[in-house]
């Protein structure tokens, strides 16, 4: 049972739950990825984790680290099930299309959709190998190898909750607390909400079972919507080195295009209270501290 926290729009997990203890798949999943693991970070298992080695190509690295996300993806996807349960949404309700399909819902389905808490975007849940290659590639590149490599990948695998406005808040902190019960560990929430560019939560998590790094979306069905419009000029954008002058100037411009869409993403009630655990906890014993100083 969960219980909000008056005045902040958080949601307390219930201090009576059993913590979660690793099961008999979870030992399978984490062998699995230390296998390919040590592949992508140019080692062999034996050497262990940051110890790196000429066996492989830059290619063959990103496609054993990709793979090593497509294994884990079907499981984490089960468990993003239920955390979108936990935050109200309704089980079988995702939303995936093939990646070039046109969007064939009905007016009346769209509406329902602007409506209920749901995943969305699936068929982008693992990141595509040209898409890692730079980030593996641009890593290497400032001297790191091995696991500082993999370390900094946080998104992988992502998923998208979408939320209605009246129940972002609330819903986001739900699954969250949803996310640390099941047993991953919370590594970054990213609130742009006030942001020009881009608007939304972002927060990034180390999968209980395997390690690997994951990101997790929360986003309104405008600043969705505004995301998906707005994805080419980030694409353009990401190819760009700020480091040159002339490149810099051009990422000034795009993001300003960028920025005419995001101003119509207002910020939901409440989502200025979504922060990580930690600061959450931070901020409601100071709101304790307050009022004990009041009375």
Request: overall charge negative; aromatic content about 6%; proline content about 5%.
């Amino acid at each position: 049972m969960e219980t909000p926290s008056e005045g902040t729009g958080a949601w307390e997990a219930d201090e009576s739950a059993e913590p979660h203890e690793e099961s008999s798949e979870d030992a399978v999943g984490r062998e699995s990825f230390a296998r390919r693991l040590a592949v992508a970070e140019g080692r062999s298992q034996s050497e262990g984790p940051g110890t790196s080695g000429p066996e492989s190509t830059l290619d063959e690295r990103v496609k054993a680290f990709r793979q090593q996300a497509l294994d884990r993806e079907s499981t984490l996807r089960e468990e993003m099930r239920q955390v979108v349960v936990a935050a109200g949404g309704i089980p079988g309700h995702e939303q995936e299309r093939p990646k070039e399909d046109r969007d064939t819902r009905t007016g009346q389905e769209k509406l329902e959709d602007w409506h209920r808490v749901h995943l969305v975007g699936l068929e982008h849940a693992v990141k595509d190998i040209d898409s890692l290659r730079p980030k593996f590639s641009r890593y290497e590149a400032a001297g790191m190898s091995g696991s500082d490599v993999t370390a900094r990948i946080k998104d992988a695998v992502r998923y998208t909750i979408q939320l209605p406005d009246d129940q972002y808040s609330a819903g986001a902190w739900k699954a969250i607390d949803a996310l640390t019960a099941q047993g991953h560990e919370p590594l970054e929430v990213r609130n742009s909400w006030d942001d020009k560019v881009y608007r939304g939560v972002n927060t990034s998590w180390r999968d209980h079972a395997s390690g690997l790094n994951f990101e997790v979306q929360f986003h309104t069905p405008f600043s969705f919507l505004v995301k998906q419009s707005t994805h080419s000029i980030y694409k353009v954008q990401r190819e760009l080195d700020p480091a040159k002058e002339h490149e810099r100037e051009k990422i000034g411009e795009l993001q300003q295009r960028q920025a005419v869409f995001t101003h119509f993403a207002t910020a939901p009630p409440g989502a200025e209270t979504i922060v990580s655990p930690k600061e959450r906890e931070q901020r409601e014993a100071q709101s304790q501290d307050r009022q004990e100083g009041w009375s």
